[in-house]
């Protein structure tokens, strides 16, 4: 019999006995209730080191001993009976009363607010003792916390239990805190008590995720039950969303399975190793699928594909693109066919001639060899944590991890920035240079990114301008459901939301395609990020729902459109770049803007193309 499954026997032995015969017990420190257990007699403290002095804590893969005297609990004198209960009866071999006293509640004993000025003279940073445990009873909007009530027996969720701020885990600790997974006043988790909707609870709290996950993405989704009437906490995403408790080992997920339109429209997922847990929560709600599902556009609430969707868009899940019918030719052009991902980039579910990626194929098998350089590009680097961990936080095996200790990106990563160190690891390997100026992890933001964002942003202020002036549809991206019908009076001082999407056409299809060109602006302008996630298949969505919106016909018609809708914005001259691709030293021609590069495509050689399609 192995010391374990003794010390367990005779744990419950002898405090069945204790609890049997009733012993008082006086109050030890910080415990709200006494049990039994807390009246076991505790020994001197230096008879736990003399056993355990040089022992690995197998959960958390941590010394305990040397983990333990840097934290505060050594110095202030909780001792390690302090957490783990007397040791009277353990001397190694039998129980010891809290195996686990995170579990049993001995952390939250000791730092609920309640007593926090009597076991802290110093009391916690205010903002820190805030976020922890704001709002354990209020109703109404209010932010969330790190300790719901889920958590007050989890602070191992994100503390190492025998070093508490200093261990495992204390720098990925801070960045989370600063990102939006960790942002208490971040409307994704303050304004409503997501748990007590069924369909939110999968996306909005770190308990119903992890349920979800647990059940391998089945539908229904996890039930409310974990959420007790009365509870009116409201949870960030602790770690325990993609980690395992005290180890913080990653979660193995499978392929996602999207549940879009009530589940009518299933989409599942290609397999993107750890990227799978982002994929989950970042491919939005609805699908072009829900629009085609509608039957009466003349009077049909807007469908809502939901936030930051930045998977959604990579692996060209969701995009409205049935602005013609899929075998429809303009000139040599088949529309449809260039709006499916390939079967090289997404092996699952993509068709020969399709939309190919690089992007997609970061962190997976298929980046070995990549052209753009295949001395980094080898197995066992960059081919493992599927594309947004890969450039969001980590790359694996990358040679030009920045943190010289760990060869790895900085534990910054965990705030999911694009930031320099992130460029320095990933980014620089393929996007050495832009219009001639060598990127830099200082300048890329700026000489990169901002311009192609602005681009971006540019191409949604076309699609707007054209439901405005041709539609009488305005666009409020902060008041869902965003698109206000412009020719109705107001309706107690508010601009009504548009319901015909025929325009008094009554014409179906018509009303279909407006809607899915609303659809597409939505979507985009809720991803700050698609034109990274998915460069040509998002410059497509947008030039298609300009290509219908401006004359009701797919004509390629679009650059012509902005030329004469936004001149300011939109002027071209006789190429797109001259001396070839801005990647390859090409600058931008005199007489066109960048937003008109953006816009309509160019050639390797940086000629606009025919058709002007991108
Ligand atoms: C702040 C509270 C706290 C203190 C103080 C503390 N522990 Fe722990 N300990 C825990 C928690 C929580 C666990 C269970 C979770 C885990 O293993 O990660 C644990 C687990 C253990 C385990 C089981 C490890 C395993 O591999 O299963 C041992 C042994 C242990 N502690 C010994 C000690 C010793 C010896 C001391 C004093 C040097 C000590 N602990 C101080 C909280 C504490
Ligand atoms: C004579 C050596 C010895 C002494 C003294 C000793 N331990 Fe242990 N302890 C052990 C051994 C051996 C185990 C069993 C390891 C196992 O089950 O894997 C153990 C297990 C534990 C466990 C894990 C129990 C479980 O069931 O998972 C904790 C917690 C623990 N000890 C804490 C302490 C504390 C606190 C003290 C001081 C009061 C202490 N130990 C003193 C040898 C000792
Ligand atoms: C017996 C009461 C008690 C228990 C049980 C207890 N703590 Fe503490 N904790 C304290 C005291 C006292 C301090 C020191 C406060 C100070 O001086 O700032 C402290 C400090 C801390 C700190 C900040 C300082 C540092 O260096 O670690 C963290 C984080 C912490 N505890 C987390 C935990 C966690 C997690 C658990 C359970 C695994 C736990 N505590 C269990 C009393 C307790
Ligand atoms: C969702 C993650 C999360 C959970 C759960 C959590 N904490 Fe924290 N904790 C943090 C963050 C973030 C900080 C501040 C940043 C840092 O670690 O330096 C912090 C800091 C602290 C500090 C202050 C350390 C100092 O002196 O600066 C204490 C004490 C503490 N936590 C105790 C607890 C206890 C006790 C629990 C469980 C009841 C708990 N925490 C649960 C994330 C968490
Ligand atoms: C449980 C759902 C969930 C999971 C899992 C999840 N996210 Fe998020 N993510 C969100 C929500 C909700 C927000 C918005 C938070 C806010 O606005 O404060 C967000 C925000 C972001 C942001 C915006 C940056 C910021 O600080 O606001 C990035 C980037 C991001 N997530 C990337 C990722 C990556 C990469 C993964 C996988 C490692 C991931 N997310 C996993 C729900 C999730
Ligand atoms: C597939 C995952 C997912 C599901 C399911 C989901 N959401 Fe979200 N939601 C997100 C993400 C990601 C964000 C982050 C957006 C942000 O902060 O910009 C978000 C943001 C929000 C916001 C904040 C918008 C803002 O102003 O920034 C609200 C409100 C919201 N969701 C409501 C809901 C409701 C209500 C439900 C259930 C009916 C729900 N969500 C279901 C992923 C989801
Ligand atoms: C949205 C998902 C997500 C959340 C939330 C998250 N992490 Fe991570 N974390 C990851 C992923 C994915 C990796 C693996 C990166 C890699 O393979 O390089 C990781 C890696 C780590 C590692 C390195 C592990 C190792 O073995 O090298 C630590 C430590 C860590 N996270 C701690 C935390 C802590 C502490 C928190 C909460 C404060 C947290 N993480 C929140 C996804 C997450
Ligand atoms: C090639 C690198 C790259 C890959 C791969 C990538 N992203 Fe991004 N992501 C970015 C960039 C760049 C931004 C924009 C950052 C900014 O605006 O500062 C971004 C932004 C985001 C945002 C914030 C959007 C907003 O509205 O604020 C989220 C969420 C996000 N990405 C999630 C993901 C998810 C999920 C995946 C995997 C499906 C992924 N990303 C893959 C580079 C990448
Ligand atoms: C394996 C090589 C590779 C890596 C690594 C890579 N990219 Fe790219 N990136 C490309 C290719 C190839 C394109 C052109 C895509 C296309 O034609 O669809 C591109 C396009 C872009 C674009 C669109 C602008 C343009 O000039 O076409 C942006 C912005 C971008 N990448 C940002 C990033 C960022 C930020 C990172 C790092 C987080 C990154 N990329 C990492 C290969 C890469």
Redesign the pocket.
Known sequence: MSFKKLSIMLLSAVSLAALMSGCGSSA????TSTTALDSVAKVDESTCAQCHGSAYNSQSGMPIYSEYV????F????GCQ??HGGGAQHNGVGPIPYTN??TAG??????QPA?LGK??????PTAIEAAHFTNMTGAGVHPAMFVSTNFQNG??AC????????GKGAAERKAWASSGHGDINSPAFATEDFKESTSCIRCHTSTGYSNFLANNWTTPFPSTTWAMAGDTTREVLTCRTCHVNDSFTVKSAPAFVAPYNNNKNPKTFPSASKSNLCIACHSGRESSDTIESVTDFTNAGFKNSHYKAGAALMYMASGFDNFTSATTKIGTTTYQKTMTPDNVSVPTYGIAGGVTSTHRKLGTTLINGDGHNPAVFVPGSFDDNGPCVTCHLNANGAPTGNDPATGRRPATGHSWQIDGNAFTQVCINCHTSEQGVTLTADNFQTAFLEEQAAGFTDALGLIQNQLLTKYNISYNADAYPYFYDELLPLKNGSKQQVKDWTRGTKNQVYGKRLMGAAFNLNMLTKDAGAYVHARTYVRRLVYDSIDWLDDNNMNFSTGATALTALPAVYTKGSSAYTGGAPYAGGTLTTGTTASMAYLIGWTGTGAWSTPERP
């Open positions: 030890k420190e910080g415990n840097q934290s505060k609990h110095t202030q004198g909780v302090g957490c006293p995170d001995k952390c939250w004993g000791c730092h007593f076991y802290n003279a110093n009391k916690l602070c191992t503390h190492e239990p025998h070093n508490p701020l200093l």
